[in-house]
């Protein structure tokens, strides 16, 4: 199951984006926006953000105008990795490297066709694990105030 969120500056790539998780036959929870009307992004990406964070679902979408505030918002919740892409390189290496758990967009820096291209790759790709995992427990000690 995957959550899906978005302010106004993503919310039409949100709707193309929900269209090829369900032709993919995966369940999409859509945590809005509903239309194009300005809202503010840590509305939504909140309710992804915590949904993922909670174990609710398993991954989310965040889009916003530039993806960087989206971005900001979901990395506050313990557990999420969220990854600002903008490539399919980097939607690759979100999961390979980073096993990504949140993928953040922007919905006017990419054209839609790119954006369902990233999506699709990072649903594909496998995290490699190894020397990854051990840079991941890292940032969960972080987390957990037990750094060293
Ligand atoms: C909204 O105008 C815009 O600031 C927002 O979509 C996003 O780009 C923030 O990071």
Known sequence: ???LGSDHGGFELKESLQELLKGR???????????GNSVDYPDFGEK???????????????????G????IVANKYPGVRAALVTDPF????AKEHNNANIL????????????????????DATFEGGRHQGRLDKITALEQGLYK
């Open 1 to 3: 199951m995957i959550a």
């Open 25 to 35: 036959g995966i369940d999409v929870v859509d945590c809005g926006t509903d239309n």
């Open 90 to 93: 980097m939607a690759q290496m």
């Open 68 to 71: 960087i505030g989206m971005s």
């Open 104 to 123: 953040v967009l922007g919905g006017r820096v990419l054209d839609t066709d790119s954006a369902r291209k990233m999506v699709s790759i990072w649903l």
């Open 48 to 66: 992804v953000a915590s949904k993922v964070s909670s174990g609710e679902v398993e991954k989310g979408i965040l889009i916003c105008g530039t």
